[in-house]
């Protein structure tokens, strides 16, 4: 009966996947941000000057365009971004040192950066629950290529 009982293992990966399924090891991923960050920095400068958008941010929005389109596989790149991830706390602290050296500034004007914060927020909101209720309408209607004879023939 000890055959009947598998245990648990951290690989994900079944004797019939290939080397080329296996995950990226963690040099390689560090090299794919990179990548990805030099791209990044390239495309910056492009932004008018009224529109500055960070290379970071940059970055990030082409790694989703790379894992959303399959392009990039999450094996490739999700050991080094968790490790990213759990860096965030502490790449926050300076910034947080900051905010208490302003503490003067946070007593005169906290009422203001509050409801400014509040208001930000609701209109972030918004603003992104309208643009998801728009994706959709154009993904049902405009992505939707169906003729009048495949309608008819569904009735």
């Known amino acids: 009966m000890k055959g009947d009982f598998i245990l648990a293992s951290t690989n994900h990966t079944t004797p019939s996947e290939t080397v080329a399924e296996q995950p990226t090891p963690i040099l390689g991923q560090m090299s794919i941000f990179a990548a990805i960050l030099f791209v990044a920095s390239l495309i910056s400068p492009l932004f008018p ?61 906290g009422l203001q950066i509050t409801a400014v914060v509040l208001i930000a927020t609701i209109v972030m909101l918004v603003l ?28």
């Open 49 to 109: 000057a009224s529109l500055p958008v960070p290379t970071p941010v940059i970055g990030i929005v082409i790694l989703y365009i790379l894992l959303a389109t399959h392009i990039l596989k999450l094996r490739n790149v999700e050991k080094f971004a968790d490790f990213m991830i759990s860096l965030i706390a502490f790449l926050f602290v300076p910034a947080g040192v900051q905010l208490a050296a302003s503490l003067d500034i946070l007593k005169a004007q």
């Open 128 to 155: 992104v629950s309208y643009t998801a209720v728009g994706l959709i309408w154009l993904r049902q209607h405009l992505f939707r290529r169906t003729t009048a004879a495949e309608q008819e023939s569904t009735l």
